[in-house]
């Protein structure tokens, strides 16, 4: 039996053992969805990966909805601390937006286990109303966070007009087709993608001229005169 469910928002500080079994367990979750797909990761197959019992389980974590919270957050967490000291040291929008891109294919790249299994419960996990409970309004965040990394480019005069929302989107839409190309492909080389993206993202982005102007726009001006 669980001690009143020792749980995520337990009031109760976990002790440094409670801590290292949370986080064996959520490691193996993260493997065992990994290899066998979210329907066929049962509490029975991540404690058979653990070499625990099923109990053990249910001792930290109150149902297999509870562990699968926790991985999504600890995945997340992970990708901030990796990503956020890279963007932040950067001293221009356009650097941090470069560094943006490449950081968050980089997480990418070296977590691939984690992606994986990211990418399983985020196309499987539904709510009590059958759709699923990581949809497009659980990035709201994440794409609010960008286009106002965008909008401060614009104001600063780095970036060009563009509808911050659309880019926002057209970025995150750019990196998130990678887990899904991993899963295919679990050798696959990301450093092209990664390069193409930055130049992508910095042409779509920066103004090409003295006057703000996209060049397209000059050239069209020049030609008619």
């Known amino acids: 039996m669980r001690s009143e469910n020792r749980s995520v928002g337990q009031e109760e500080p976990l002790s440094f053992i409670e801590v290292a079994r949370r986080r064996q367990i959520v490691e193996c979750a993260i493997e065992t969805i990994a290899k066998l797909g979210y329907a066929q990761s049962s509490l029975a197959q991540i404690a058979k990966r653990a070499g625990i019992s099923k109990g053990v389980i249910l001792y930290h974590f109150a149902n297999k909805d509870e562990l699968i919270e926790q991985v999504v957050t600890d995945i997340y967490i992970a990708g901030v601390y990796f990503m956020l000291p890279k963007i932040e040291v950067q001293s221009t929008t356009s650097d941090k937006l470069r560094a943006y891109i490449q950081t968050n294919v980089d997480f990418i790249s070296n977590h691939r286990i984690q992606v994986v299994a990211l990418v399983n419960i985020m196309t499987s996990v539904r709510n009590e109303q059958g759709k699923l409970r990581y949809d497009v309004t659980a990035e709201e965040p994440i794409l ?9 480019g614009q104001q600063e005069g780095e970036f060009r007009k563009f509808d911050t929302r659309v880019m926002a989107v057209l970025i995150r839409r750019a990196i998130d087709a990678l887990p899904g190309l991993l899963s295919a492909n679990r050798d ?11 130049t992508l993202f910095d042409l779509a982005t920066r103004k090409n001229d003295i006057h703000g102007e996209p060049q397209a726009q000059v050239i069209v001006k020049e030609s008619s005169n």
Not at 144 to 152: D, K, P, T
Not at 188 to 198: A, C, G, S, T
Request: proline fraction near 5%.
């Open 144 to 152: 609010s966070a960008l286009e106002e990394l965008l909008r401060i």
């Open 188 to 198: 696959l080389d990301l450093e092209p993608y990664k390069r193409e993206m930055v």
